[in-house]
């Protein structure tokens, strides 16, 4: 008997969030996809689990229900233990007094310390992030999670922590690169869509100009080059050709090696030629 096929696409989709669930990721600060991924696991199961068990068109999720609990059931101790370390990292960050990264613009983020009615000093965010750190003593055995977080972390405030709290001193200073970050990301992925290339090793080169100059028209580009002296314009220009030398040598030879190869070589006779007419003899190397 051949299955409903609305009834089958159904049963696709909820194949489809368990898979999400088991593969989510995320590179977001203070968002951990597998620990996400396990609590949406955790819904998915509880939903299933309620429905009641027919033998015609639940059946499918009643079996899929139990492969589902044991998955919750075998990865809820380090469920459990990755999500007392995030309770633990939000309390770090609220130390430091960031923001939720979920719910703040870019901006927002990095301009935490305008959040406080009194203004911080670094010694006062020293002496409360080293006590929380104090009383941060997880096990390593039965929260190994947590353990590796607590190290890492000593670690890194151990040898980092002094120069992370100039920003609460000196007005205006971020605490964070993520407004560079951006920019950079930016560049790399409008490099990518006018190359086609995945690599964006060009922007070693000229990446400088164009963090310089970024305009929204070609009267405000203009504008911005003509506030640059002549002198200097062809200075740098003449440095970005000779940047630009080797690779587009590479990509001719890439292309069609024999004409480039030709090329060079006529290069090489011509030059010969113009030595051996000059006054002062030209002899080869042995």
């Known amino acids: ?99 939720d990264y979920s719910g703040c613009t870019l901006d927002e983020v990095t301009d935490i310390t305008q959040t406080t009615k009194i203004p911080l000093t670094s010694f006062q965010v020293r002496r409360e992030m080293e006590e929380l750190l104090q009383m941060f003593q997880p096990d390593h055995q039965q929260n190994p999670a947590q353990f590796a977080l607590k190290k890492k972390l000593q670690r890194l405030w151990n040898k980092y922590g002094t120069n992370l709290l100039h920003c609460y001193d000196i007005p205006g200073l971020p605490p964070d690169n993520l407004k560079i970050e951006s920019l950079f990301s930016h560049l790399r992925h409008n490099q990518r869509r006018i190359s086609g290339r995945k690599s964006t090793a060009e922007l070693r080169d000229f990446g400088q100009y164009q963090v310089l100059f970024l305009a929204q028209s070609e009267e405000q580009l203009l504008a911005q080059i003509q506030q ?7 200075t740098q220009r003449l440095r970005l050709a000779l940047a630009e030398a080797s690779r587009q040598q590479k990509r001719r030879l890439h292309r069609n090696p024999v004409s480039t190869i030709q090329a060079l070589v006529n290069q090489h006779q011509e030059l010969l030629t113009v030595l051996e007419s000059q006054p002062l003899s030209y002899q080869l190397d042995s």
């Open 1 to 99: 008997m051949s299955r409903d096929a609305e009834l089958a696409a159904i049963e696709s989709q909820i194949r489809a969030a368990i898979r999400d669930c088991v593969n989510r990721t995320s590179r977001k600060p203070f968002r951990w996809g597998g620990l996400m991924g396990y609590q949406q696991l955790l819904a998915i199961g509880e939903v299933i689990r309620s429905l009641p068990c027919r033998e015609i068109d639940t059946d499918y999720l009643s079996v899929l229900s139990v492969w589902v609990d044991q998955a919750l059931s075998s990865n809820h101790s380090v469920a459990s233990d990755l999500e007392q370390a995030h309770q633990w990292l939000q309390r770090i960050s609220d130390c430091l007094r960031y923001r």
């Open 228 to 234: 640059v002296p002549l002198t200097e314009y062809k």
